[in-house]
């Protein structure tokens, strides 16, 4: 009877473990190599209502889940509960992904591409192992003292908020120009981010000067009243985009500025034809980024008299 409690035991651990390793897997993948952009469209909506903008909800779903995983480790009779409790917000974001028909459910950051399908089978999978186990009777009662869980659990999220401070900002961004005397030195240029949060609905009102880009690109040839389009050339959307503007240009042509955000390997996977650009159109591409661009695209911007007049993602079938 012994032996089989305890061999009852070792599955509830052996469970616990396993459900507690995919959590962190996830999260050390969005820490090291996901954006906010790998958020589900519902959870960034909760952060807002909560006055949370997508950095800060990024930084503390990662320290969420580390801290689940720590209490989990030290103390399993109550880590069990919050390691269920964290699975089935899982289930319920990946639900919702599904009925919305994502293609990625940015479990393991923006690197490696998840099915929502398969996360949840294997989510569910999973929880219900654990479950199974019943690690409410089989679990031992937990012996690491309370100090001890509250410090570790501090220090897990003290170490996400370090590994990405100023991760999304310039170290150093540019201030306007800077006089060079002859035989001085180019200034450095800015640090780059590991990622960029673009937000051009954010943008309206602000003058071209004004708007983030100007850190990184010179903007001297977009300082005209135009379409700005944010494209990626692996991006089925924007290819679908880029033919309707072609289409329609000869009737309604108009001057426009295309900003390229570059990916790693995007050539590779190329879908915007290039032959289907705005004739005249003014190219300009940011720099390529560790983690990429945190936007959805495309996304059409009209600057008028200098201004941000309007902005909005466009949606394509």
């Known amino acids: 009877m012994q032996s089989q409690s305890q061999t009852s035991a070792a599955g509830s651990r052996s469970a616990l473990f396993l459900a507690s390793a995919w959590i962190a897997i996830g999260a050390l993948f969005k820490l090291f190599l996901g954006t906010p952009g790998d958020l589900p469209a519902t959870f960034v909506d909760f952060g807002k209502s909560l006055g949370l903008g997508k950095g800060e909800l990024f930084r503390l779903a990662i320290a ?23 699975y089935s917000v899982f289930l319920a974001l990946l639900g919702v992904m599904i009925a919305q028909g994502a293609k990625s459910c940015g479990c393991m950051g923006s690197k490696l591409s ?3 399908g398969v996360m949840l089978g294997i989510d569910g999978t999973l929880l219900g192992l654990l479950l199974l186990t019943r690690p409410w009777n089989k679990l031992a009662r937990p012996r ?14 003290a170490a996400v908020f ?13 201030s306007g120009p800077v006089a060079i005397q002859p035989g001085d030195a180019a200034p450095p240029a800015p640090a780059l981010p590991e990622w960029m949060t673009l937000e051009p609905d954010t943008w309206i009102g602000r ?21 700005w389009i944010f494209y990626r050339i692996n991006c089925d959307h924007c290819a679908q985009h880029f033919l309707a503007v072609h289409n329609g240009f000869s009737a ?5 500025v295309l900003v390229r955000l570059p990916e790693e390997n995007d050539e590779a996977t190329r879908t915007v034809d290039e032959a289907l650009m705005p004739p005249g159109a003014v190219r300009l591409e940011m720099p390529r980024l560790k983690r990429g661009y945190d936007i959805q695209t495309p996304w059409d ?12 993602h466009v949606e394509t079938e």
């Open 162 to 174: 370090w590994r990405l401070r100023g991760a999304d900002q310039a170290q150093e961004p540019l």
């Open 144 to 157: 690491a003292p309370y100090l001890l869980v509250s410090l570790g659990s501090a220090a897990v999220v």
């Open 252 to 256: 309604d042509p108009k001057q426009y």
């Open 301 to 312: 911007m009209q600057v008028t008299e200098g201004r941000v007049a309007s902005a909005k």
């Open 207 to 227: 003058t071209v000067d004004e708007l983030p880009l100007a850190s990184f690109i010179d903007l001297s040839e977009a300082q005209v009243d135009a379409t």
């Open 114 to 116: 998840i099915h929502p």
């Open 64 to 86: 969420i889940e580390l801290v689940v995983v720590w209490i989990a480790l030290v103390r399993p009779q109550v880590g069990w509960m919050l390691v269920a409790l964290q």
